[in-house]
């Protein structure tokens, strides 16, 4: 193979590998923050359970003041009945006990629904807890693997870059010059392999002659619709091999 050609194969497959190493890099961001959306919703839940249990609380003490006030008035009218001197006015303080009574009765029944909300809202609130507790667990792991990961792609971007200088010192000029070219006008991708007499990017088909002296690798070849630099790999020559540059 063309030495020139062989090398910018290699620089193509450097390339790829970096700009995917780097797509993954820019994502991350975007994956910390949904994490960090996965915590304020186990946070939300967990706040929104409480405050339900808070205000039951509340409410119950409102009631308890009120039951307090019913019982003091009921008492109040049962003291009062002994002093009454009149049917009517008896008649109708026993109207007041009645109601007094029904009050009481009333917040007593309104004070233990609420305590057995309570108990529901109290198991609920344990729930939410427990699930914010392993939710953040596994996003504080899912973060250091992130990390990880941006950390090893970051020296894979490092470690291209240094081979890649290193092609390039190799490289003739009019070569690099070509390559470079081409991927400034082909989003980045200079090379493409001849598959069946076709460009495998534009997927034009190329002329038989123009086939056969691609299949030679000898010198560099451009497609005459795309204009990237073509190559032939031998089928079966190898994943890597084929991979380059598609």
Same mark, same amino acid.
């Given at each position: 193979?063309?030495?020139?050609?062989d090398r910018l194969i290699q620089l193509q497959r450097l390339d790829d590998a970096t700009v995917a190493a780097r797509g993954k890099i820019d994502a991350f961001p975007a994956e910390i923050e949904a994490l960090d959306a996965r915590l304020a919703a186990g946070q939300g839940a967990r706040d929104a359970a409480q405050a339900a249990l808070?205000?039951?609380?509340?409410?119950?003490?409102?009631?308890?003041?009120?039951?307090?006030?019913?019982?003091?008035?009921?008492?109040?009218?049962?003291?009062?009945?002994?002093?009454?001197?009149?049917?009517?006015?008896?008649?109708?303080?026993?109207?007041?006990?009645?109601?007094?009574?029904?009050?009481?009765?009333?917040?007593?029944?309104?004070?233990?629904?609420?305590?057995?909300?309570? !108990?529901?809202?109290? #198991?609920? +609130?344990?729930?939410?807890?427990?699930?914010?507790?392993?939710? *953040? /667990? %596994? @996003?504080?792991?899912?973060?250091?693997?992130? !990390?990880?990961?941006? #950390?090893? +792609?970051?020296?894979?971007?490092?470690?291209?870059?240094?081979? *890649? /200088? %290193? @092609?390039?010192?190799?490289?003739?000029?009019?070569?690099?010059?070509?390559?470079?070219?081409?991927?400034?006008?082909?989003?980045?991708?200079?090379?493409?392999? %001849?598959?069946?007499?076709?460009?495998?990017?534009?997927?034009?088909?190329?002329?038989?002659?123009?086939?056969?002296?691609?299949?030679?690798?000898?010198?560099?070849?451009?497609?005459?619709?795309?204009?990237?630099?073509?190559?032939?790999?031998?089928?079966?020559?190898?994943?890597?091999?084929?991979?380059?540059?598609?």
């Amino acid at each position: 193979m063309n030495p020139d050609l062989d090398r910018l194969i290699q620089l193509q497959r450097l390339d790829d590998a970096t700009v995917a190493a780097r797509g993954k890099i820019d994502a991350f961001p975007a994956e910390i923050e949904a994490l960090d959306a996965r915590l304020a919703a186990g946070q939300g839940a967990r706040d929104a359970a409480q405050a339900a249990l808070d205000e039951n609380q509340r409410r119950r003490r409102e009631l308890e003041r009120d039951l307090g006030t019913a019982q003091t008035r009921l008492s109040k009218y049962r003291d009062q009945l002994m002093a009454v001197k009149t049917n009517k006015e008896y008649q109708a303080m026993l109207h007041e006990i009645a109601t007094a009574e029904s009050d009481v009765r009333s917040t007593e029944d309104r004070i233990l629904d609420g305590m057995e909300a309570a !108990e529901g809202m109290a #198991a609920g +609130l344990k729930q939410a807890e427990q699930a914010l507790k392993a939710e *953040r /667990a %596994a @996003i504080e792991e899912e973060k250091k693997q992130l !990390e990880a990961t941006k #950390a090893a +792609l970051e020296r894979q971007t490092e470690d291209a870059d240094s081979a *890649r /200088a %290193a @092609i390039m010192r190799d490289l003739g000029g009019d070569a690099l010059a070509l390559f470079e070219h081409v991927a400034r006008a082909r989003k980045g991708v200079a090379m493409a392999r %001849a598959v069946d007499g076709h460009c495998a990017e534009c997927h034009v088909r190329l002329r038989p002659q123009h086939y056969n002296e691609v299949r030679r690798n000898d010198s560099l070849i451009q497609c005459e619709s795309c204009m990237r630099i073509l190559y032939y790999v031998e089928p079966g020559a190898g994943a890597a091999s084929a991979q380059a540059g598609a």
